[in-house]
């Protein structure tokens, strides 16, 4: 199966507050986890990503902790600013680099 | 900007109508990808060239899509008769070869 679940739909946090975005996939041959982050009128930018062989990767405010024997996955945004209002997709690629994308989260995070 | 770049950025078009869109990717990327994004979801795997062979398309690319590649650098997205199913927006990506994809700021389709 190629879906891959993500939740929540949306989020409200306060600014300086921690953002957790949670996903969920069912295919074992996925391989290669990306996150993105959309603007309003723009394309998904890739913000981190992160390989089935390692349980966790942090880039600057941006943490992606990965479950593979849950098969989970997690964006973790810290100190999360008004700028990082957006909308965030996990996706999972396959061995023919195919992205399956999750439904989004819309994040806002007030001031 | 040695981005990914799409043409038009936006298109209008009536019900039965073909349109084509443009995509050029990052220079020296060998993978070309197509998606589709409707409102609120996420974008959704159309096709894929590597250089200019079309090597998977989706379930989602009906016989009215057509995709090309011609010299394996930019690629161009026709729709045949199109539908207000269509509405969307259609997103390019390149990659080098199973690298990370890079998006382009995609063409708004809106039909009538």
């Known amino acids: 199966q190629q879906q891959v679940k993500q939740s929540p739909q949306s989020l409200i946090v306060q600014k300086g507050g921690i953002s957790i975005i949670n996903c969920a996939y069912e295919n074992t041959a996925f391989d290669y986890f990306p996150w993105y982050q959309q603007f309003p009128g723009k394309g998904p930018a890739l913000l981190i990503a992160i390989r089935p062989d390692v349980s966790e990767k942090k880039e600057g405010r941006f943490t992606i902790s990965f479950n593979k024997s849950a098969k989970q996955f997690s964006l973790h945004i810290m100190d999360s600013q008004p700028g990082d209002s957006a909308t965030y997709f996990c996706?999972?690629?396959?061995?023919?680099?195919?992205?399956?994308f999750g439904g989004g989260t819309r994040l806002m995070v007030k001031p | 900007d040695t981005g990914v770049s799409q043409n038009p950025r936006h298109k209008i078009t009536k019900r039965g109508q073909n349109v084509t869109f443009r995509c050029d990717p990052i220079?020296?990327?060998?993978?070309l990808y197509w998606y589709r994004q409707t409102l609120g979801q996420g974008p959704e795997f159309l096709t894929y060239f590597q250089n200019e062979a079309q090597l998977e398309k989706s379930r989602l690319l009906s016989d009215r899509f057509s995709a090309e590649r011609p010299k394996g650098s930019f690629s161009t997205l026709e729709i045949q008769r199109t539908e207000q199913g269509d509405s969307a927006m259609y997103l390019c990506?390149?990659?080098?070869?199973?690298?990370?994809?890079?998006f382009g700021p995609g063409t708004r389709l809106t039909v009538t």
């Open positions: 990506a390149s990659s080098a070869y199973r690298g990370e994809q890079y």
């Open positions: 996706a999972a690629k396959n061995a023919g680099n195919m992205l399956t």
């Open positions: 220079s020296e990327h060998n993978r």
